[in-house]
């Protein structure tokens, strides 16, 4: 049976105190999470999406591939060494507000180290869920003058969209399941995992 994680763990993003290096070091060991995105496939879809974006930027002479931190490192490091462009990569990292006093205030704790000003940005993540973190990037680059701007997401888990993102580039569409693996933690565990896998109850 699948364990329905809470639907907001403490920190989505995963880069709260609570999950500090030291904490790391203490993992219980576990059954490894239920396959619901095997390697294959995900490699087979990373291939796709990196044709259809080879053939939209070809003749771009200015992309910048932009992860979030960390979930988004698996997948764009994937996607960007099937890309046959001129292609620079650069780094997001956020973390929302705790507490529900603000929700959907995303804070930018790591900002970009390139300027975006007139070059085609992908912002490459690992999942859209409430959309907020997207969203606030989005308009960020956008407003800081990038020529262009889209989104390639590996997962979209649309049923939990509070704010609209169009999504150019989408890897696969989930329900509402609290999965890990391919850079997706739970609590800073299962990154490594090669699959998307989601965690079951009583293993
Ligand atoms: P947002 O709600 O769309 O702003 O998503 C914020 C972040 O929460 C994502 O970039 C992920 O890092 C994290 N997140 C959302 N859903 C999951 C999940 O199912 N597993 C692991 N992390 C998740
Ligand atoms: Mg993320």
Do not use: H
């Amino acid at each position: 049976m699948i364990r329905q994680m809470p639907s907001s763990p403490p920190d989505r993003t995963s880069e709260s105190p609570a999950s500090s290096p030291k904490a790391a070091t203490a993992m219980p060991r576990s059954a490894a999470p239920r396959v619901l995105i095997s390697a294959d496939d995900l490699q087979r879809r990373v291939a796709e999406l990196a044709a259809a974006i080879n053939r939209d930027y070809a003749e771009s002479d200015r992309l910048i591939c932009v992860g979030v931190l960390k979930g988004s490192v698996f997948f764009l490091v994937d996607l960007v060494k099937r890309l046959e462009l001129p292609v620079a990569i650069d780094f997001f990292q956020t973390a929302s507000y705790g507490g529900g006093t603000s929700p959907g205030e995303v804070r930018i704790r790591k900002d970009l180290d390139l300027p975006v000003r007139d070059a085609d940005v992908l912002l490459v993540e690992d999942i859209v869920d409430t959309g907020y973190t997207l969203r606030t990037i989005l308009d960020l680059l956008r407003w800081r003058g990038a020529r262009s701007v889209k989104l390639c997401a590996l997962l979209d888990k649309s049923s939990r969209r509070e704010v609209d993102v169009p999504i150019e580039y989408r890897g696969f569409a989930i329900e509402d399941l609290f999965v890990v693996g391919y850079g997706l933690d739970y609590a800073e565990r299962y990154r490594n995992l090669p699959y998307i896998g989601v965690l079951e109850e009583g293993k």
